[in-house]
T-cell receptor, first 109, second 114 residues
Framework: SQQGEEDPQALSIQEGENATMNCSYKTSINNLQWYRQNSGRGLVHLIL?????REKHSGRLRVTLDTSKKSSSLLITASRAADTASYFCATWTGNQFYFGTGTSLTVIP | EAQVTQNPRYLITVTGKKLTVTCSQN?????MSWYRQDPGLGLRQIYY???????DKGDVPEGYKVSRKEKRNFPLILESPSPNQTSLYFCASSLLGSFADTQYFGPGTRLTVL
């Protein structure tokens, strides 16, 4: 399977702290995307980082990509209770998107 | 409003009773796909379609059928559902079906097969 894996599977932090989650993937990529899923709802795209980029920012999100290690990380700074959700990385290979298994983030008010 | 819609949102059925989950998008997207989501397994692609009348198997196609007769619609058909198809299903679409695309997801269909 070309599916990625997120680490940790679950993360619980206090509001205001930073949350970091990691993604590893198996094949070479053109880009890597991160998605967010509120409980039982559809996924929503957060950010895309291209294979020739090492770091990208969007608001409180910071994504890094290390193609030599086939890994990416998503950092959410100054977390809020509303950030509670599951986060997935996704890659495109051939004609398919492949999603990781997700990190469940709980932000405690 | 640009969106992907799915119906029904919740469905409880019995083994062997054929069912169809509809999916429609209003963004003129070429690429559409179906996923199932199970605890600990993430999202797994069932089928995808690059364009009208073009469909291909994803990673877990067994027990499912799809059709793409119109660009906007991509129904998922379970001819003879079984309990192992109990899952949360998502339809998604993207503009062209390429590495640069982002996917837009429907709200999900929670299916229980008894």
């Amino acid at each position: 399977s070309q599916q990625g894996e997120e680490d940790p599977q679950a993360l619980s932090i206090q509001e205001g702290e930073n949350a970091t989650m990691n993604c590893s993937y198996k094949t070479s990529i053109n880009n890597l995307q991160w998605y967010r899923q509120n409980s039982g709802r559809g996924l929503v795209h957060l950010i895309l980082i291209r294979s020739n980029e090492r770091e990208k920012h969007s608001g409180r999100l910071r994504v890094t990509l290390d193609t030599s290690k086939k890994s990416s990380s998503l950092l959410i700074t100054a977390s809020r209770a509303a950030d509670t959700a599951s986060y997935f990385c996704a890659t495109w290979t051939g004609n398919q998107f492949y999603f990781g298994t997700g990190t469940s983030l709980t932000v405690i008010p | 409003e640009a969106q992907v819609t799915q119906n029904p949102r919740y469905l409880i059925t019995v083994t062997g009773k054929k069912l169809t989950v509809t999916c429609s998008q209003n963004m003129n997207h070429e690429y559409m796909s179906w996923y199932r989501q199970d605890p600990g397994l993430g999202l797994r692609q069932i089928y995808y379609s690059m364009n009208v009348e073009v469909t291909d198997k994803g990673d877990v196609p067994e027990g499912y059928k799809v059709s793409r007769k119109e660009k906007r619609n991509f129904p998922l058909i379970l001819e003879s559902p079984s309990p192992n198809q109990t899952s949360l299903y998502f339809c998604a679409s993207s503009l062209l079906g390429s590495f640069a695309d982002t996917q837009y997801f429907g709200p999900g269909t929670r299916l229980t097969v008894l």
